[in-house]
């Protein structure tokens, strides 16, 4: 299929898909997908003469545990359909994909959307606690002294709940002592 005329394809269904579409060139289209975890991701598509391009914001650079979010999208990587995360020169996450143009119709376009949808939304809530523990906690803490909603940051509950001691106080396996060198 040619450029133009899967171009002219795309914004057909991206116009009947409702969704929030900027046309930023002849090939090019910047999409907004409405989330649940993630509330929106964008999406860039570019289509050129062999390949659909897209890449999608997913997550800014994490704070901590690096390491550790790069293998969690580097073991959920294996399982996607036709995209891959990615980090950029800063570090920030995305969705990246190049799908060739030849037979590429109207619900190859929809499965390719709903994909990304899915993938970010899914990851987002995975890569915060993964990435910004400790961002999350400050926050609650800074709420709690406010006396600011907590609403938005329910789904961490986990992180920042402290056990309680009980009446008693802490227990002496709770208690701030010295921390164990490794390998002692």
């Known amino acids: 299929m040619a450029a133009r005329a899967l171009s002219e394809q795309v914004a057909d269904l991206l ?6 579409v900027e046309r930023t060139g002849p090939d090019r289209f910047v999409v907004v997908l409405p989330g649940t975890a ?5 999406v860039s ?6 390949a659909l391009t897209l890449n999608a914001f997913v997550c800014r650079r994490p704070d901590e545990n690096e390491a550790g979010v790069h293998r969690w999208l580097l073991q959920r990587n294996a399982r996607m359909f036709a995209m891959a995360f990615a980090v950029d020169s800063l570090g920030d996450i995305y969705l990246v994909g190049r799908i060739p143009v030849t037979d590429l119709g109207e619900a190859d376009l929809d499965r390719l959307l709903g994909a990304v949808l899915q993938y970010s939304d899914e990851a987002f ?6 990435g910004f ?6 926050e609650h803490a800074w709420r709690v002294s406010r006396g600011e909603s907590l609403a938005n940051l329910a789904a961490f509950a986990d992180l920042t709940e402290q056990p309680d001691p009980g009446p ?3 227990r002496p396996s709770q208690r701030p002592g010295p921390v164990p060198e490794p390998g002692s």
Not at 45 to 50: E, H, K, R, W
């Open 15 to 20: 116009a009947r898909a409702g969704l929030d």
């Open 38 to 42: 993630k509330l929106r991701t964008v």
């Open 45 to 50: 598509l570019s289509i050129g003469a062999q």
């Open 125 to 130: 809530p995975v890569l915060l606690r993964l």
């Open 133 to 138: 523990a400790s961002a999350i906690r400050r």
């Open 168 to 170: 008693a106080g802490p």
